[in-house]
């Protein structure tokens, strides 16, 4: 019998949480299961599978919660609110794939590892937050906020000024070794929710937090690297990657090799606001040993790992 091949699947945002949509818990339930199609089809597939997501609105969510709360209730960092996600979301993504492969006939276990990710307290990243966080001031109010909390505040565009906070790399998952030992035995693992914890090494060897936020699709390249997984499959709400975005010369791209990827982003085709960490992500995951690295829509999983759907980007 042919040793399976693991994937490490990352569910984008839209997964659970719909813009334009109330974001109910029951919507957030609804939509976590309509996002499993591509997924019950790898497991059909026999892939052995870890399950990444993000967590930005849901995180934003808990940050207006402690607003709404302050003075009546402890502040809490952001790493807790990321294990705060990791748990819920992780749970709601864990049940809704068990109640479905059991409406399927699949047993699979499945289960969630809060995740720690390592970042670097001297990257250069945490001396200049760019990442947006929680809910929208006006700039009076974020002159306050600046002065009193300690926090850096930019514009966000017209639609008013936003917490800024530090998004660093990350280079290694605290927990990979028990994942990648749950993903041989055949355990479904749900981890690295909202990119991880961000976690840096004090001098005597502790860990300890940092608030910021990590890239879910770096620290997915990061996890599948680690448990050495051949396959990185990108979920998110577009069905390929595409060049010259928006002109009368738009391309949509089927397959490309790492060089051709970066030849790309070089020139600018790859925005960091959207699919610019994805393509980094792919490029960082190929060249430390993965095979092959699909970007499609939800649905498409299985198709875009065949070459019948999505980007697929290659080794050279």
Partial sequence: MAIPKTAVVALGGNAITVPGQEDTIANQFANTRSSLDGIVELVREGYNLVVTHGNGPQVGNALLRIESARGKAPILPLGVLVADTEGGMGYMIEQSLQNRLRAE????????????????????????????????????????????????????????????VPSPAPYEAVEADIIGRLVK????????????????????????????????????????????????????????????????????????TVTQMKEYQEQGHFPAGSMGPKVQAAVSFLESGGSMVAISNFKDAGKALSGEAGTRIVPD
């Fill in 105 to 164: 006939g699949i047993d699979r276990p499945i289960v969630t590892i809060i995740t720690q990710m390592l970042v670097r307290k001297d990257d250069p990243a945490v001396s200049n937050p760019t990442k947006f966080v929680g809910q929208f001031y006006t700039e009076e109010e974020a002159r306050i906020f600046s002065e009193t909390r300690g926090w850096q505040m930019r514009k966000d565009a017209d639609r008013g000024w936003r917490r800024v």
């Fill in 185 to 256: 035995d055949g355990t479904i693992v749900i981890a690295g929710g909202g990119g991880g914890i961000p976690v840096y090494v004090e001098d005597n060897g502790d860990l300890e937090g940092m608030d910021a936020v990590i890239d879910k699709d770096l620290a997915s390249a990061v996890i599948g690297s680690q448990i050495n997984a051949e396959i990185l499959s990108i979920l998110t709400s577009v069905d390929q990657v595409v060049i010259n975005f928006g002109r009368s010369d738009q391309t949509a791209l089927e397959e490309c």
